[in-house]
């Protein structure tokens, strides 16, 4: 009986192991019976950040279309708003330690708040890469949105801030803000 019972056991958890194990999809490959893929918009490399952009994609939904692009825009600047921010966080770390001065580690937090002053102003400006919209079958709609926003206008909005300010401005190195920005906008981008 126990042997019986061993048996079933492992042959229970052999057909588990099996059912669990992935499987590498092969192009053209249909779904498994019961199943059916579907494709997120706007999720191809194309809607990522990279070298040249910070990039959102969100959507919205609501019954009303005007609401449903309300939402996604809201969202999707936010969630802009925040990659940005993260980023410039790292830039604006990595530029005061970078510097010699004592005087620069005390303005760290001018340095910050300026930089997010810079990315809310400069949000305005944002560039629409990408929209699709689709209506559901209940009749309410989903609005997808791809944000952009050049790191170079970044850049420079954070330098021309820093040059408007006095304090800031007699200890500032631009070159070595310019190498730190694009070193650390180069290694976001690879992630």
């Known amino acids: 009986m126990k042997k ?5 056991l492992a042959l229970l958890l052999a057909a588990g192991a099996v059912s669990c194990s992935s499987s590498k999809k092969v192009a053209g490959t249909p779904a498994p019976t019961g199943m059916v893929e579907e494709t997120v918009p ?7 950040s990279d070298a040249a952009y910070f990039r959102a994609v969100q959507n919205g939904a609501s019954s009303d279309r005007s609401t449903a692009q309300k939402i996604a825009m ?6 802009l708003a925040a990659n940005i921010q993260a980023d410039l966080q790292v830039v ?3 530029y ?3 510097q010699d001065t004592g ?5 760290k937090s001018q340095y910050q708040e300026l930089s997010y002053a810079v990315v809310n102003q400069q949000l305005r400006d944002v ?8 209506r559901q079958e209940d009749g309410s709609f989903r609005f997808y949105v791809c944000l952009q926003m050049p790191k170079a206008a970044i850049e420079q909005a954070v330098e021309e801030a820093i040059a408007n300010d006095a304090k800031l401005n007699l200890e500032f190195d631009r070159e070595q803000f310019k190498k730190i920005f694009q070193e650390q906008m180069a290694t976001f981008s690879r992630q």
């Open 96 to 98: 005061v330690k970078n």
């Open 127 to 134: 560039q629409v890469a990408d929209e699709k919209i689709f």
């Open 42 to 48: 706007l999720s191809g490399p194309q809607y990522r």
């Open 92 to 94: 604006m770390e990595n």
């Open 74 to 79: 809201q969202n999707c600047r936010q969630e």
């Open 103 to 107: 005087v620069a580690a005390e303005h």
């Open 4 to 8: 019986t019972l061993f048996g079933a």
